[in-house]
């Protein structure tokens, strides 16, 4: 189970074009180094907040979920790389051969964004933003946003700042 974070905040999106706008000022405010893990049931809109977070970063591409390739990876603005990263068919022996691959990227001069990321828990970085999405009728979303560490506790101070 996650420790306490050090910083929490909601937000209700009432429909798809709130929820876009969302993700989209996640991912502008996104900076290198930066991991986001989605947590939510299947349907809950964890790809949609993928591309959202995207679009904020200027990836170019059409941004689908990489259920199968575990992980995908495009080129956002000022040549950023944006990996993203879907854990639902990764099984316990793939786990740590995946885990190791990833730790070279974690933190590096990316932005990561896991889908499933209750399956990568353990071996998230210290540093890391856990967003819970919880379908919220007619289309609605609750994002429940969770800081851990120095980068990501900014982030959301910025995100919360800039949407207030």
Same mark, same amino acid.
């Given at each position: 189970?996650?420790?306490? =974070?050090? #910083? ?6 009432? +429909? /798809?074009? $709130?929820?876009? %706008? ?58 950023? =790389?944006? #990996? ?6 990764? +099984? /316990?022996? $793939?786990?740590? %051969? ?67």
């Amino acid at each position: 189970a996650h420790a306490m =974070p050090e #910083y929490r905040w909601h937000r209700l999106c009432r +429909d /798809e074009a $709130a929820t876009m %706008a969302l993700a989209t000022a996640v991912g502008r405010l996104a900076r290198p180094g930066c991991v986001i893990a989605l947590h939510g049931n299947l349907g809950a809109g964890k790809t949609r907040f993928a591309q959202g977070i995207a679009r904020g970063l200027g990836a170019k591409g059409l941004v689908t979920s990489p259920t199968f390739t575990l992980i995908n990876e495009y080129q956002g603005r000022g040549g950023i =790389p944006f #990996y993203h990263v879907d854990c639902y068919r990764l +099984d /316990e022996k $793939a786990m740590a %051969a995946f885990v190791l691959s990833l730790d070279e990227l974690m933190g590096g001069m990316g932005v990561m964004v896991i889908e499933w990321a209750e399956r990568l828990q353990r071996y998230l970085p210290p540093d890391h933003l856990w967003v819970e999405i919880q379908t919220a009728g007619n289309g609605g979303r609750l994002f429940t946003f969770n800081g851990y560490g120095p980068a990501a506790v900014k982030l959301l101070q910025r995100l919360e700042k800039e949407l207030s």
